[in-house]
Every structure is written in structure tokens, then in C-alpha cells.
């Protein structure tokens, strides 16, 4: 069996292997028998939350049986954000939480993610040991035992007040014009209802859910229809979240683009000001800019890199004992008030930030100058491995010989799409784009071939 897990959980085009019911029932009941604890009969326990994709019923009804078939009782939370999972995973006292969705994927798409009964996703060895009992096949439980299935109503209020509870007590949102989109995915209600219930004159995008439109021309991954919402209402400020509400992208009053480094690098600072910054250090990725990095160092901050995934993120800063992270896509991690990625959460804090320092968003959203950064993306068919073709790995090393000095070369497989991701940054901009481009153009040849 090809390998499951890949960046974040299970992923895929729905009815298209790994994404079948029939997987989603096998991997169900290899995680009910990995997580159900012998001597308790009575109180395993799993939540289960989605995304508003049409496939998530299927896949919702295909987790429930093979989990109930091993003796878990199975939590149902409806549409709600990927962090809610997180948090309801640890606030009601379940030994596992389950995610469905494909993040900032399309609609076709979608995804199975795990959270362990500490609110945090799985270690690559925990997901191993899932993929073996996968493989294997597990015996269900006794006649008996079989698990329950139940609707939780009220999921979506208790994710509002948690974030409601990680803004500044002191603080209202009164006077502030805030353009929201949800990108007709999983915080469609609860994102909206949190900046309303705070004081905000809420302009909401991306709010009518079909099955079919999540990240549809909205959302963190195309910002333009948000931003133009900006300037046509005068906004302060937009937020907008991916499908699962895990990451954020901010627009400022004049509808330009913040992304998750520019972020970081406000939050980092104000924390470090504040003694509030664990380690003095910010964990960030591979894929953040070289100018975040400098920015860091002048103030004192050191920027821890991982692989990309927040996952990893989030690892690491358990192992460093650090309290802020992300990705320069956009998720940002702040264990102080949540186990992953959460896109609302940040984009309370920004406003937050907005309010105590009495400055525009354009204001702070410019933190530093970036250097200059390109990325690439080629795609391949399943089988494929364009990286090991030597002509490839020739034009990977003459790239690197290229920008040493002042730059950097970055080339890895996506792990949640079929994609080779070709990213370089350099201060001379024109030799950037050839270096890139000579990779894009050997990898392009491979995959033909």
C-alpha cells in the first residue's frame, strides 16, 4: 500500500483513492483500535468535525462506521474550524479528534487530519503505526460494544467563546470596519458572529456554502474579491481565512496583501517587547523570507526553521518550548490560546494590535522589507519522481552554484497536492527568475518524459 499520510493527515481528490469510503471506513477503525483504551468500555470517546465540501457527508458517515465498529463513541461537530476540532478534542475529555478537510484545496478535493487527546495533531510515528493497522486490518469489537454516534449542537458556540476569550478583555471592536471572508467554508457562521458579537461593523464574503464553492475564487488563496470589498466599503481592514479557517491572509484599508511573515514579524515584536516571547524565538519555515529572518535578528529573535507543514511548526515548538509560530501562507500558531493553526484567532490579534497601537493596518502590516522571493510550482502524475532525474539534479546545482552568497534555493515535493515546489530569494531579482526558471524547465522536461 502507497504511503497515506502525507503534510497534514490523509489528502486527495474525493472517490479517488486514498479518498474512497472504503479507505475512510479502514482508516476509521485502524484510529478507533490505535486510540481505544482496554479496561474503559464505556468511555472512548472521538470527535468529528468538517468542511463544508459536498464529500464530507460521505466521508463524515464512512469515519463514524469504522470507528463505532471498534467500540469509540463518535461526537459529531458538523462544519466548524479546523482548530475547533483541536480545542473540543481536548475540552471534552475524547481520546481522539477528527478533522475532514482538504484545507485551501478545491472542492473536488479532500482531506482526513487527526488530533491526539491532547488537542495536538499526530507524530510521524503515530501516523505510521496508523498506516500499519490500515494494512493489516483490525478486528471490530463484540456485538456489544459497538460505539454510538451523537450531534453535538452547540460546537460552534463554544469555538466562539474560546476565541472571544483570547482577545484582550478590555478591548471592543466598536468603530472598526472589517471585511471577513470565509471562503465559503467551515467558519462561514462562527467567524462573522465572533467579530459582531465583539462591536465590529462586519462585512462578510464568502458566507453561502453550496458544497461546491469552498476557496472558489475567495478566501486566503484569492484575496482579490475580499480586497476589492475592502476599498468599495472602506474598511479598515479584511481577513481572510482558508476552508478550514487554519490560516489567515490580511488585507489592509487599501486592499493589499499582508501575508503570514509580515504578520509573525508584528506579533514576534510586540511579544518580545512585552517579555512575553518564550525563548525569544519564532518558528517559522523553510519558506519564509530571508527578510524576516534579518528583522528577527535585529531585535533580538531567533528564527527557528522546520520543514513546512504546521505540524511541524507546532512540534517544534513543544520541543523548544517556544509559544509563536507559522508559515508564511498563513497559519499562525500561538499555543498560548490554541493547539494549531488558527486563521479568526490571528486575525483577532492583528485587530487587537490595531486598536492598542491606534496605527492603520498598512502600518502594520509593513514590517520589514522582503528580499526578493519566486516560487514555482510544476505538476506531476502519480508515479512520477522528476526529482531524481538526473538532468533535473544538475539544474538544482547549478541554480544553488548561481544564487550562493546572496541568496537561497528551496526545491521540494508538496505534500498535500502532486506538485514540485521550485522557490528562490535573492536580492537580484533577474537572476533569481533564471535560476527558478532553469529548474521549472528541467523538472517540465521530466515529468514529459
Not at 512585552?274 to 535578528?297: C, I, P, Q, W, Y
Not at 552554484?401 to 528562490?424: F, H, N, Q, Y
Amino acid at each position: 500500500m502507497t504511503k497515506l499520510f502525507g503534510t497534514d493527515g490523509v489528502r486527495g481528490r474525493a472517490n479517488v483513492h486514498p479518498m474512497t469510503a472504503e479507505m475512510a471506513l479502514r482508516i476509521g477503525a485502524a484510529v478507533g483500535r490505535y486510540f481505544r483504551r482496554e479496561g474503559m468500555s464505556s468511555a472512548h470517546r472521538v470527535v468529528i468535525g468538517k468542511d463544508t465540501r459536498l464529500s464530507g457527508y460521505m466521508f463524515e458517515n464512512a469515519l463514524t462506521a469504522g470507528l463505532t465498529s471498534t467500540g469509540m463513541n463518535v461526537l459529531l461537530l458538523g462544519p466548524v474550524p479546523t482548530p475547533a476540532v483541536g480545542l473540543l478534542t481536548r475540552s471534552m475529555r475524547a481520546d481522539l479528534g477528527v478533522m475532514i478537510s482538504a484545507s485551501h484545496n478545491p472542492a473536488q478535493d479532500n482531506g482526513i487530519k487527526f488530533f491526539g487527546p491532547d488537542g495536538f495533531k499526530l507524530s510521524d510515528a503515530v501516523e505510521a503505526e496508523i498506516e500499519a493497522l490500515v494494512a493489516a486490518g483490525v478486528e471490530p469489537t463484540e456485538a456489544s460494544d459497538i460505539g454510538r454516534a451523537k450531534r453535538i449542537d452547540d460546537s460552534r458556540f463554544r469555538y466562539i467563546e474560546r476565541v472571544k476569550s483570547s482577545f484582550p478583555r478590555q478591548m471592543r471592536l466598536d468603530g472598526l470596519k472589517v471585511v471577513i471572508d470565509c471562503a465559503n467554508g467551515a467558519a462561514h457562521h462562527v467567524a462573522p458572529m465572533t467579530l459582531w458579537e465583539l462591536g465590529a461593523t462586519v462585512i462578510p464574503v464568502g458566507v453561502s456554502p453550496n458544497g461546491h464553492n469552498i476557496n472558489d475564487n475567495c478566501g486566503s488563496t484569492h484575496p482579490e474579491t475580499a480586497a476589492e470589498t475592502v476599498v468599495a466599503h472602506g474598511a479598515d481592514v479584511g481577513i481572510c481565512l482558508d476552508g478550514d479557517a487554519d490560516r489567515v491572509i490580511l488585507l489592509d484599508e487599501k486592499g493589499q496583501v499582508g501575508d503570514g511573515d509580515q504578520f509573525m514579524a508584528l506579533m514576534a515584536a510586540r511579544w518580545k517587547a512585552e517579555e512575553r516571547l518564550k525563548g525569544d524565538a519564532l518558528v517559522a519555515t523553510v519558506m519564509s523570507n530571508l527578510g524576516l529572518e534579518h528583522f528577527l535578528k535585529d531585535r533580538g529573535v531567533t528564527l527557528e526553521r522546520t520543514n513546512v507543514g504546521d505540524r511541524y511548526v507546532v512540534e517544534r515548538m513543544r520541543q523548544g518550548g517556544f509559544n509563536l509560530g507559522g508559515e508564511q501562507s498563513g497559519h499562525i500558531v500561538m499555543t498560548d490560546y490554541a493547539t494549531t493553526g488558527d486563521g479568526l484567532m490571528a486575525g483577532m490579534q492583528f485587530l487587537a494590535e490595531m486598536l492598542r497601537a491606534q496605527k492603520p493596518a498598512s502600518e502594520l502590516m509593513h514590517q520589514f522589507e522582503a528580499v526578493p522571493q519566486l516560487l514555482e510550482n510544476v505538476r506531476f502524475e502519480t508515479g512520477q519522481v522528476p526529482l531524481e532525474d538526473t538532468h533535473v539534479q544538475a539544474a538544482i546545482a547549478q541554480a544553488e552554484s548561481d544564487l550562493s552568497g546572496g541568496g537561497r534555493l528551496l526545491i521540494r515535493k508538496s505534500g498535500t497536492e502532486p506538485l514540485v515546489r521550485v522557490m528562490a530569494e535573492h536580492e537580484d531579482a533577474e537572476l533569481m527568475a533564471r535560476a527558478v526558471q532553469s529548474v521549472v524547465s528541467a523538472v517540465e522536461d521530466a515529468v514529459k518524459t
